[in-house]
């Protein structure tokens, strides 16, 4: 009977690490998704402090940028998801990518609350494992 106990014990907390790892995979990609949105915030602000003709980086991407001319400080091409974009005053762009960058946040907090869920479970299982090996051990 301890065996079992022992085994689903056991199995449970390997699951939980599991989840735990994806979850962490999970924290990564958000995290890179707030940064690629903060960047490109940084970029339409900069479009619209400057004028036409100014020649400024635009971001291309990992960490690349190119040099050229604004030639308009009015509308930016905005991905709206599954490929389509949208031509967008530089205020509702800002709007919208504040949006996802709130939307990104509060899954960001859900993931950290799933965390913190599953990391009470792994403490209340690690004693119970703990006796259990000792009772089998003993």
Not at 86 to 97: C, G, N, Q, T, V
Not at 108 to 135: F, H, S, T, V, Y
Request: hydrophobic content about 35%.
């Amino acid at each position: 009977m301890e065996q079992e106990e022992m085994q689903e014990a056991f199995q449970e907390f390997q699951t939980i690490q599991q989840q735990m790892e994806a979850l962490e995979e999970y924290t990564e990609e958000v995290s890179e998704e707030i940064v690629d949105i903060e960047e490109t915030v940084d970029a339409v602000e900069e479009i619209d402090n400057s004028e036409e003709g100014d020649e400024i980086f635009f971001p291309l991407g990992e960490g690349a940028f190119a040099k050229g001319k604004v030639t308009d400080t009015e509308e930016v091409l905005v991905d709206l998801g599954a490929d389509t974009f949208s031509r967008r005053d530089i205020d509702d762009a800002k709007e919208l990518l504040g949006g996802r960058k709130d939307d990104l946040q509060e899954t960001m907090e859900r993931i950290q609350e799933q965390q913190e869920e599953l990391q009470d479970r792994m403490e209340e299982l690690r004693p119970k494992l703990q006796k259990l090996q000792g009772a089998m051990q003993g």
